[in-house]
């Protein structure tokens, strides 16, 4: 337990659903993350949210929509996706107070399948 | 642009003592960082360097030469159990974490 919960676990959908990933801290952070990871790929850094605000957009496709209502939850809002957007989302959280590192904590994934 | 090199994959046997290198070229730099990740799991920390030098967490150490841009993780007695993908991480911004694509270490008996 890391103190970042994601649902769901597992989702497969089709090329023309609407679905989203939901993303929760428990940590008392201010930032949180989502990274994209495919295989024999570098964990991608998709969107950055510090104090709620969009801080970085990482030239991600349109059809992956961020939202982060408030400081403990993120989502993931996932719509027309391509089979090639099949991969494991990882939601992170950090607390950007903490100058002496920047340890950020990983959720266990939602494992996405886009049919 | 920004990026990462660390070797793909490892291979070591059971307590002997294994270094996985990691260079990297980013527009800013606050800190080299390495995370686990088991199969099936979510990446964990492990170590962080700002500043040069060694840091030892346990059976665990990192190093940091900020001038070479480089760093490495040196795992000793290794354990079974420390097979699994090792990714460095670079801090670029106060907001911007970056990751390389990780090293796959397998340990043999």
């Known amino acids: 337990e890391t103190g970042v919960t994601q649902t769901p676990r597992h989702l497969v959908m089709g090329m023309t659903n609407k679905k989203s990933l939901k993303c929760e801290q428990h940590?008392?952070?201010?930032?949180m993350y989502w990274y994209k990871q495919s295989a024999k790929k570098p964990l991608e850094l998709m969107f950055v949210?510090?104090?709620?605000?969009?801080?970085e957009n990482n030239s991600v496709p349109s059809r992956f929509s961020p939202e982060c209502p408030n400081s403990s939850h993120l989502f993931l809002h996932l719509h027309t996706l391509q089979p090639e957007d099949s991969a494991l989302y990882l939601c992170?959280?950090?607390?950007?107070?903490?100058?002496?590192?920047?340890?950020?904590?990983f959720g266990e994934g939602s494992w996405l399948t886009v049919v | 642009g920004q990026s990462l090199e660390q070797p793909s994959e490892v291979t070591a046997v059971e307590g002997a003592i294994v270094q996985i290198n990691c260079t990297y070229q980013t527009s800013g730099f606050y800190g080299l960082s390495w995370y686990q990740q088991h199969d099936g799991g979510a990446p964990t920390f492990l170590s962080y360097?700002?500043?040069?030098g060694l840091e030892e967490t346990g059976r665990f150490s990192s190093f940091l030469s900020r001038s070479d841009s480089y760093g490495y993780l040196l795992l000793q007695e290794l354990q079974m159990k420390d097979s699994a993908s090792y990714f460095c991480a670079v801090k670029g911004s106060a907001s911007k974490i970056i990751f390389g694509s990780g090293t796959r270490l397998s340990i043999r008996p």
């Open positions: 360097n700002a500043l040069d």
């Open positions: 992170a959280s950090s607390d950007n107070r903490d100058h002496s590192g920047n340890t950020i904590y």
């Open positions: 949210y510090s104090l709620e605000e969009r801080v």
């Open positions: 940590l008392g952070h201010n930032a």
